[in-house]
């Protein structure tokens, strides 16, 4: 049956239910006296200037990506390393070649210079 | 009899006692499955947090002595009573929230940053018998919870509409997607060694610790949830020394301290996972027949893990983003990488009857590769590239050399 | 109805709902909310449908990764549109009528066929079996090559994103 | 228990709204989210049809995992050419985006 995922599924719930609670509940026990002032965006003193809009580099962007392909590469992987008992070297050596492509994908990306931070 | 069973198995005890009771009620057998999976999640939920208390004063207590100072000592005995001011405070505080701010976002992120710690002890086997649920596939389930502590970094930022709290976000999620990578592939060897994914079964596995047979998976894997949790020296993403705050910028009252609750409670749930993966979990002597020995063995195996985490945090300085990100990318990956091919390789060509030759092989691998990788570092350090120096630096003050060293202070 | 029923329904309709707000609204990050919530509508969907490791997997890559991935990028083009003009093209009402129809064809097409209203299941109970699927992901007579070849994909499609969306130091 | 058909009512709906906003949108990184739930629907119907007829068989399996892959793949080049575009043109508006036109 599904027990496993309705526990974890309840469990879910539960977790986001409780700190709700306490967060409604520490909103009723706390004092509510707002103005203009104190609803004002912090910057450090500052009024702030413009919307809340800063053009981010592209190198986030960059990064996201890397972390994708590595991501998803890997996750198939798993089923592999469960199985990886059962095995015999030749099927090893076929997932150790899949590890080559994805270490290849890193060569690449730093020698494009795309794990570099500035 | 039924007090001895009480004693050694008292989760087990009290679950059989209440299925007989609603039993007895009447209640049909799917309904009493579904009470059992409420009351013990509820229980295991608010057992996590109310730990946080105990954690948040043993925590400060700790860095109090790693850093000289007595720590919380005026509330209660030892202070031990310190947490539950801090909880009283922080309750009746008034929530504010900025100007502009997307509410919905806004009022889910500290909701789900809890949620995203609390939902890990669903999959933790606290001992061979009490376990929220075996779920087969745990070591993902661990990594895909971590995706949304993520997304409520993004939603707080998001949330905000400040131009600090956005940046900052970004930052950290920079951080976390990161540092998610080499974690991910150095968990494969656990899963490799056990044939299994769920945590149970990997601690059922573990006849010798796991920690021999890959300690650099160990280490990858401690440095990357260190990392994943926001700590020193991985702590740039809300530096509270240096810069206003992180992503929790506009937060008060306690939307901002659950943030802190989430981290004092993550801190801990790594040191349990640490424990479970590598270091053999519930394991101990006389643990099949008193399971509750096991919940001891685990505790303290993870209050050493959670120990060294805070000795980090309280010695260690913290990296600038550009070193964190060369750290990750550039050792920590190929690292696991080839760890993984080498161990994968390695432990297929050795026969797996003998057991202590085929740890003995592993450990000497990893120490080998180890040492390795920090001459690589070693040598690459030497040879960096570095600014082309076009001029000797000058002093802007210089000393005179016969009255400040033979007479300090005498010179005036 | 059983509990299992009860669940599908909330989910299904949560995740259309939010589905339709993906399409229809007009700030492009609350589109990206709204996707995350689709995304865990269908991950509680692959839970109901027994596999263990899909519905983690669509945890881990989906909200995990390509939702992050597609919020960097909406964060990084923002400005491009404003909110307050309308998000849709000029003939959104004919590829509204068009989807509707497929839709009903598409349901209308699946009823006349007799297993649609199956409802045992062959899939073993206890989710996929994991080491079968990773024996023969590398079985040289199951799927090693989609296996290998899907690194490959990933690999190139890394080198040519890289290749894109690099900044230029020369300009 | 839950027939089949719910589900691929439910798949097939999700194909539809995705396909809606992919031909609707203006907005290219829209259209690729609509893109996403029409990934999403496939991947369900995959799934179901692995559960409820071909629970022997593992090639379903297999073909949804191949998706996840093509998945990412196509997101990641897709957002790659918008913010790309979005650097030359300043705009992510698919219509504007005739780069190719000379």
């Known amino acids: ?118 | 009899m039924g007090f001895i069973q009480f004693l050694i198995d008292p989760v087990t005890f009290i679950a059989r006692w209440l299925q007989m009771l609603l039993a007895g009620w009447g209640v049909p057998a799917g309904w009493t499955q579904f009470i059992l999976f409420v009351l013990g999640a509820g229980a295991l939920g608010t057992g996590a947090l109310m730990f946080t208390i105990a954690l948040i004063w043993f925590e400060r207590k700790l860095i109090g002595r790693f850093q000289d100072r007595f720590g919380p000592n005026r509330v209660g005995p030892w202070g031990i009573f310190q947490p539950f001011a801090d909880m009283g405070k922080i309750f009746t505080k008034e929530y504010i929230t900025p100007d502009g701010a997307d509410p919905v976002p806004f009022y889910l992120a500290p909701i789900l940053v809890v949620m995203s710690v609390v939902s890990l002890w669903a999959v933790i086997p606290f001992t061979l018998t009490v376990v929220g649920v075996e779920l087969n596939v745990g070591v993902l389930y661990i990594i895909g919870i971590g995706g949304i502590g993520e997304l409520a970094i993004i939603f707080a930022g998001w949330g905000s509409n400040n131009k600090y709290a956005m940046l900052a976000a970004f930052r950290a999620l920079a951080q976390l997607i990161s540092y998610e990578v080499p974690m991910v592939i150095a968990l494969l060897v656990p899963v490799m060694f056990a044939g299994k994914m769920g945590l149970n079964d990997i601690a059922r596995a573990q006849d010798i610790w796991y920690i021999v047979l890959c300690p650099l998976a160990a280490l990858i894997f401690f440095i990357t949830s260190t990392a994943e949790n926001g700590r020193t020296p991985f702590d740039l993403l809300e530096a509270d020394s240096e810069l206003v705050a992180g992503f929790n910028i506009e937060y008060s009252g306690l939307r901002f301290g659950f943030y802190y609750v989430a981290d004092f409670l993550h801190a801990f749930t790594i040191g349990l996972l640490f424990a479970i993966l590598f270091l053999g979990g519930w394991r101990g002597p006389f643990v099949e027949q008193v399971p509750v020995l096991g919940v001891f063995y685990l505790f303290a195996k993870a209050g050493i893990v959670y120990f060294i985490g805070n000795w980090m945090r309280a010695s260690l300085p913290r990296f600038r983003i550009d070193q964190m990100m060369d750290i990750n990318w550039k050792i920590l990956t190929p690292t696991a990488l080839v760890l993984v091919m080498l161990t994968a390789v390695v432990d297929k060509l050795i026969a797996s009857e003998l057991l202590y030759l085929q740890a003995a092989v592993l450990f000497v691998l990893n120490v080998v590769l180890l040492v390795v990788i920090g001459k690589v570092i070693d040598w690459y350090w030497a040879h960096r590239p570095r600014p082309k120096v076009v001029a000797t630096p000058r002093p802007v003050a210089r000393y005179e050399r016969s009255s400040a060293q033979s007479h300090p202070g005498a010179g005036q | 109805m059983t509990i299992m029923q009860i669940i599908f329904l909330i989910t299904a309709s949560v995740t259309l709902f939010a589905a339709l707000m993906v399409v229809s609204t007009r700030k492009m990050m609350h589109a990206a909310m709204w996707l995350i919530l689709v995304l865990f509508g269908v991950t509680i969907t692959f839970a109901l449908l027994e596999t263990r490791f899909f519905a983690i997997v669509q945890l881990v890559i989906y909200i995990g990764a390509i939702a992050i991935l597609i919020i960097f990028a909406v964060m990084l083009t923002r400005r491009s549109m404003n909110a307050d003009v309308p998000q849709v093209n000029r003939n959104w009402w004919l590829v509204m009528v068009s989807s509707l129809a497929l839709f009903v064809g598409l349901v209308t097409v699946m009823s006349v066929w007799e297993g649609f209203f199956v409802t045992a299941r062959t899939a073993p109970p206890g989710g996929e079996n994991l080491v079968q699927l990773g024996t023969a992901l590398v079985d040289p007579n199951g799927f090693v090559l989609p296996f290998e070849v899907a690194s490959l994909v990933l690999l190139a499609a890394m080198v040519g994103a890289i290749y894109v969306a690099a900044e230029r130091k020369e300009k | 228990m839950i027939p089949l058909s719910w589900f691929l009512t439910f798949s097939a709906a999700l194909f539809c709204i995705g396909l809606f906003g992919v031909l609707a949108r203006k907005n290219a990184v829209a259209i690729l989210m609509g893109l996403e739930l029409m990934l999403n629907a496939v991947n369900i119907n995959l799934l179901a049809f692995w559960c409820y007829l071909y629970g022997k068989d593992l090639s379903a399996l297999v073909f949804v995992a191949i998706v996840f892959v093509a998945a990412a793949a196509e997101t990641a080049v897709g957002l790659a050419l918008i913010i790309s575009a979005y650097r030359a043109r300043n705009t992510a508006v698919a219509d504007e985006l005739n780069l190719l036109k000379g």
Request: a neutral charge; hydrophobic letters at 60%.
């Open chain 1, 1 to 118: 049956m599904l027990s496993d995922w309705l526990y974890v599924g309840i469990f879910l719930v539960i977790a986001t239910f409780l700190p709700f609670v306490a967060i409604t509940l520490a909103g009723i026990l706390g004092p509510k006296k707002p103005n203009r002032l104190k609803s004002t965006i912090y910057e450090c003193g500052i009024e702030t200037v413009g919307e809340t809009w800063v053009q981010f580099r592209a190198q986030y962007y960059i990064f996201a990506l890397v972390f994708v392909v590595f991501d998803v590469e890997t996750v198939l992987l798993y089923p592999w390393a469960v199985a990886y008992n059962q095995l015999g070297l030749f099927a090893v050596a076929e997932a150790v070649l899949f590890v080559l492509i994805l270490f290849a994908a890193l060569v690449y990306a730093w020698r494009k210079g795309a794990l570099r931070w500035f």
